[in-house]
């Protein structure tokens, strides 16, 4: 079972490039999450989608955007990579809000 | 405002030894606590999850409470093994938001072979 597939696994930008995380969930799950997680700190929800053509803002969304076009897909885009956005990026899903996400690996971001 | 705080940021203990985690949350309008374990490098594993009607829940080793009414939560793991060594975090999902989902910090945790 693949779960949730993230990719790249790592990855270095420049200031002002831009990017897509990768996302991919083989489960048939309808939420699906992004979030990141700074050193020594919780995570933090920067999106959120609850259905294929259904997404929505977290509680970090600044310089951020995603697309869900197909259930199993959720990339995230960054458009003009800042030095704040370093960060380790986590995908998660789940069949519903309130049931257990399963999370990726991460993407470890960082922008220089 | 809804904040999840787990004290403490990191703990070693011996092998062997029961330890209890902590975790509190200063608004009672939850829909549910979830414990995670994250390993270095890697995503989040959900351990447990309590629903709000629920005062615990038992996974082999490990047993969670909940108690909603003082805002806390306890891990607790019984016989610590190496393998054990891990950061937990706790979450809980807001009444009404199962967007929202509120994480602590973490505890790191390592357990002395």
């Known amino acids: 079972n693949a779960g949730v597939t993230q990719t790249p696994k790592f990855r270095i930008l420049k200031i002002g490039q831009s990017m897509t995380l990768q996302c991919a969930q083989d489960?048939?799950?309808?939420?699906m999450y992004w979030y990141r997680q700074d050193p020594g700190m919780g995570l933090k929800l920067i999106y959120y989608?609850?259905?294929?053509?259904?997404?929505d803002k977290g509680e970090v969304p600044n310089g951020y955007n995603v697309s869900r076009s197909t259930t199993e897909d959720f990339p995230l885009r960054l458009e003009l990579a800042a030095p704040s956005q370093t960060s380790v990026y986590f995908c998660?899903?789940?069949?519903?809000?309130?049931?257990?996400?399963?999370f990726g690996d991460g993407t470890r971001l960082s922008i220089l | 405002k809804q904040e999840v705080t787990q004290i403490p940021a990191a703990l070693s203990v011996p092998e062997g030894e029961n330890l209890v985690l902590n975790c509190s949350f200063t608004?009672?309008?939850?829909?549910?606590l979830q414990w995670f374990r994250q390993d270095p490098g890697k995503g989040l594993t959900s351990l447990l999850l309590?629903?709000?009607?629920?005062r615990e829940q038992t996974s082999g080793r490990l047993n969670a409470s909940l108690d909603k009414s003082s805002g806390r939560s306890t891990l607790y793991i019984a016989a610590s093994q190496p393998g054990d060594s891990a950061t937990y975090l706790c979450?809980?999902?807001?009444?009404?938001?199962?967007?929202?989902?509120?994480f602590g910090k973490g505890t790191r945790l390592h357990i002395l072979p």
């Open positions: 489960m048939n799950h309808n939420y």
């Open positions: 309590i629903q709000s009607s629920q």
């Open positions: 989608s609850v259905g294929a053509g259904i997404t």
């Open positions: 998660a899903s789940s069949t519903k809000g309130l049931q257990p996400q399963h």
């Open positions: 979450a809980v999902t807001l009444m009404n938001r199962d967007d929202k989902i509120i």
């Open positions: 608004d009672s309008a939850i829909y549910n």
